[in-house]
């Protein structure tokens, strides 16, 4: 049995890895840490989690004795606690987006000095579909944000197949994506009933999308990235414009699909489809849908993707990530409504 702590186990995503972690067949949420519910028993607050333990308050040297950790803190704030951890010999599984760049990126697109530029070169990107054989051995998983996943997803299939001058993704998000705590932006009355786009340029979530990208086509591809805010609670869609360089001949459909389908061929969380998804196919389940569609009109080769962004696009992943890590069958654990 793998003995697993949750850090910040009562947030969005450290709650669904409990619950998940908890009906795990080779793995117990061992340890679960909170700031705010220290003392508290699991099921008092959350009562849809069947769990008697009580959360503790952080400390490193009750989970240096745990197989994993997954730290569920907001970015700035996981890095200490990763770092404490990995030097006790803890494998780790990083929620927040504290060692999925370049350490050099971090005062540009996050605003401070990374102080372990060590633990990100030993980070491995969580992106399954991409590094599973690095997953395998690695002791610091960076678990990917939610919108780059989807993004990627949808899109890693091309890069190296055709050549890409210009990504455009267009994504939409459920509420959930922003964590507990709620603002005047996230309030029920202000997305109930409304749609609307937000921080339009720039977005932190578009380093991890360009890196990424350009690792794997070989060269630097431009993304020009828009998240939105849906009024529903779960789920990310997103529609990605890729416009092939002049003179690259554009496939037909057919062989568009047959490419996904090769590409994404055992991996059991990629569904390709005909027709674009919708949110609700994936609600609550680890799978991305992707539909890749050719406008030829626009010379442009158009794919949707679907994911649900607190389980493929965050706690689910990490237990992929985490079954990986450990020898497990990668779907162990994580068929079915989570
Ligand atoms: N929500 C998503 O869809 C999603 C997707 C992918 C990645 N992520 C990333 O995963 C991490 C956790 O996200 P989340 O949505 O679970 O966040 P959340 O709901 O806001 O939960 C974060 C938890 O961390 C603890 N915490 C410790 N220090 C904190 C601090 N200084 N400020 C606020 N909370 C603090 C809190 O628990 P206590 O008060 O009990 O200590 C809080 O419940 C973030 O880095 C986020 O960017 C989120």
Redesign the pocket.
């Known amino acids: 049995m793998i003995k697993a702590a949750v850090i910040?186990a009562?947030?969005?995503?450290?709650a669904l890895l409990a619950r998940m972690l908890q009906a795990h067949p080779e793995a117990q949420p061992a340890v679960l840490t909170?700031?705010?519910?220290v003392g508290r028993r699991v099921h008092e607050v959350f009562p849809e989690i069947r769990h008697e333990a009580e959360y503790v308050a952080y400390e490193p040297s009750i989970v240096s004795e745990m197989d994993v950790a997954f730290v569920?803190?907001?970015?700035t704030?996981?890095h200490p606690v990763v770092a404490e951890l990995r030097d006790r010999g803890v494998r780790v599984v990083d929620?927040?987006?504290d060692f999925r760049l370049p350490a050099e990126d971090y005062p540009e697109w996050y605003g401070f000095q990374h102080p372990r530029p060590d633990l990100v070169q030993e980070a491995v990107y969580g992106l399954p579909e991409r590094y599973q054989e690095e997953i395998r051995a690695a002791n610091i998983v960076a678990n990917p944000?939610?919108f780059p996943t989807g993004m990627l997803l949808a899109v890693l299939p091309l890069a190296g197949w055709l050549e890409l001058d210009l990504v455009v993704v267009d994504s939409k998000s459920g509420v959930?994506?922003a964590?507990?705590?709620p603002s005047s932006k996230t309030h029920f009355s202000t997305v109930h009933d409304n749609f609307r786009s937000y921080t339009e340029i720039g977005h932190r979530h578009a380093a991890e999308m360009i890196g990424e990208l350009s690792r794997a086509a070989g060269h630097k591809v431009p993304i020009s990235f828009t998240p939105h805010l849906l009024p529903v609670d779960r789920g990310i869609l997103s529609t990605v414009y890729c416009r092939p360089s002049a003179g690259t001949k554009i496939p037909d459909e057919a062989a568009l699909r047959a490419r996904y389908e090769d590409f994404y061929q055992g991996k059991p969380f990629l569904e390709v489809r005909e027709h674009a998804p919708a949110l609700s196919e994936v609600q609550y389940t680890n799978y991305c849908r992707v539909a890749p569609l050719v406008d030829r009109q626009a010379g442009l080769i158009k794919v949707v993707s679907a994911i649900d962004?607190?389980v493929k696009?965050?706690s689910g992943q990490a237990v992929q990530n985490m079954n990986l890590m450990f020898g497990l069958a990668e779907t162990l654990g994580l068929e079915g409504r989570q």
């Open positions: 910040g009562t947030g969005f995503t450290g909170s700031s705010s519910f569920c803190y907001p970015h704030q996981a929620l927040s987006a944000g939610c959930s994506g964590g507990k705590t962004n607190l696009g965050a």
